[in-house]
C-alpha cells in the first residue's frame, strides 16, 4: 500500500511539474492585409506584452500575403509593417507565407521580407496546427 501511496504522489507531481510547464500556443490567421495587418500585430504585440512566453505561430495567404511583402505598409497611417514584423520576430513569432498563393499570383519568394518562413498551405498549416498541436485560433 506504501509504495502505491509513493507511486501516486510520484505521478501526481510529474503532471503538475507538466502542467505548470504547458506554454500557450496560438495561431494568428491573416488573409487581408488591408484590413487586418496592423490591426493583427498590434494585437500580437498586446498578447505577447500581457503573456510573454506565449508560442505564436501567423499563418498568411490570399492577401494576407501582403503583409509580410518588402516595403508593405499600412494604407491610412503609411506605417511599415517591417519593422514591427522584425521586433515580433525578436520575440519568437513565426510568420509563415502560403506557397499556394505565391502560385496563384504569381508571386516570388525574393518580394518577401527575411523574417517570412513559408508553408506548403496556409488553410492546411492552420488546420494542423489546431488539430495536431492544440494551437488556439485568433482572426484579428
Given at each position: 500500500m506504501q509504495?502505491?501511496?509513493?507511486?501516486?504522489?510520484?505521478?501526481l507531481l510529474?503532471?503538475?511539474?507538466?502542467v505548470a510547464a504547458?506554454?500557450d500556443?496560438?495561431?494568428?490567421?491573416?488573409?487581408q492585409a488591408?484590413t487586418?495587418?496592423l490591426?493583427g500585430?498590434?494585437n500580437?504585440?498586446?498578447?505577447l506584452?500581457?503573456a510573454p512566453?506565449?508560442?505564436?505561430?501567423?499563418?498568411?495567404h490570399a492577401e494576407g500575403?501582403?503583409l509580410?511583402?518588402?516595403?508593405?505598409?499600412e494604407e491610412?497611417?503609411?506605417t511599415?509593417?517591417?519593422?514591427l514584423?522584425?521586433?515580433?520576430?525578436?520575440?519568437g513569432?513565426?510568420?509563415?507565407i502560403?506557397e499556394?498563393?505565391l502560385k496563384?499570383?504569381?508571386?516570388?519568394?525574393d518580394?518577401?521580407?527575411l523574417?517570412a518562413d513559408y508553408t506548403?498551405s496556409?488553410?492546411?498549416?492552420?488546420?494542423?496546427l489546431?488539430?495536431?498541436e492544440?494551437?488556439?485560433y485568433?482572426?484579428?
Amino acid at each position: 500500500m506504501q509504495g502505491f501511496i509513493k507511486f501516486t504522489v510520484a505521478a501526481l507531481l510529474g503532471l503538475s511539474a507538466t502542467v505548470a510547464a504547458a506554454q500557450d500556443k496560438v495561431v494568428y490567421h491573416i488573409d487581408q492585409a488591408a484590413t487586418q495587418g496592423l490591426k493583427g500585430l498590434r494585437n500580437i504585440r498586446n498578447h505577447l506584452d500581457t503573456a510573454p512566453d506565449t508560442k505564436i505561430v501567423v499563418v498568411t495567404h490570399a492577401e494576407g500575403v501582403d503583409l509580410l511583402m518588402e516595403g508593405a505598409k499600412e494604407e491610412k497611417s503609411k506605417t511599415e509593417y517591417a519593422p514591427l514584423i522584425s521586433a515580433l520576430k525578436a520575440r519568437g513569432v513565426r510568420f509563415e507565407i502560403c506557397e499556394i498563393t505565391l502560385k496563384n499570383r504569381n508571386l516570388k519568394k525574393d518580394q518577401f521580407i527575411l523574417d517570412a518562413d513559408y508553408t506548403p498551405s496556409g488553410v492546411v498549416r492552420i488546420a494542423q496546427l489546431q488539430a495536431r498541436e492544440n494551437y488556439a485560433y485568433i482572426k484579428p
